[in-house]
């Protein structure tokens, strides 16, 4: 039986269209308004996936870490966020949940400890962002043995035969990092190099699932509607930080958002 993230991409694509995915911070403003933003935007999403709100990010712009620093500042702590998704899942069972995080927290919770949390709350895939292959090898093969999807990263600057070894080591999801940047950065490439940079991965890697996040907003992401799936981050941090400013419904606005983002690669 296929997972819930290998379902949501057969899903997509029997639709003619690419998975959704929308990146949250959890915790962001509050704990309460992160499960209802989730709650919201599950209706238009294929996928979530949660950030733990991080001190130090490495691959995280500014709009992100904004988004941590208001989870952190309101004293989100690792437990919190497992309880926010097995909260999410209760009544969103079959909504695939990727959590986004750094291994220094993992590797001070404990691995198997936190794939143990993992499991237990509803979590579908992970993403370690400073834990590349080969180094990820044996924490990779822990996860696949609980039926976690560990997904791998992969650069613009990612030669061939690195990419073969990657995609050979992956389970059902790859991310294609877009851009040479951290989240939130104006695409510095054209969506024409970044969709023959994915054309060339996607004919080495014809069976597993690769999605395209960094940069995609809903100014531009009706023109990389031919990958695989789409991943929205900083653009949804943004508009929460907007909706805080202006005093406004954070969770109508970003579901707005999310509707529109959906709209645009029907």
Known sequence: MKNL???AFTQAKNQRRPALITYTVAGDN????SLEILNSISKQVDICEIGFPHNTPI?????IQTSSYRALKNGIKINDVFKIVKNFKRTKKTKPVILMGYYNMVFQFGEIRFLEKCKKSGVDGIIIVDLPWPENKKFSKKCKK???????????TTDKKRLKNIIKDSHDMIYYISMLSTTGGKLKV???KILKNYSMIKKINKAKNCVIGFGITKKNISKLKKADGLVVGSAICSEITNSLKKKQNI???VSKLVMNLKMKIL
């Open 251 to 253: 969770v109508t606005n």
């Open 30 to 33: 509050t704990k309460k308004n």
């Open 5 to 7: 993230i290998s379902q």
């Open 146 to 156: 609980r039926g976690i999807c560990f997904i791998q990263l992969i650069a613009p």
């Open 190 to 192: 054209s969506t024409n």
């Open 59 to 63: 691959a995280d712009g500014g709009q």
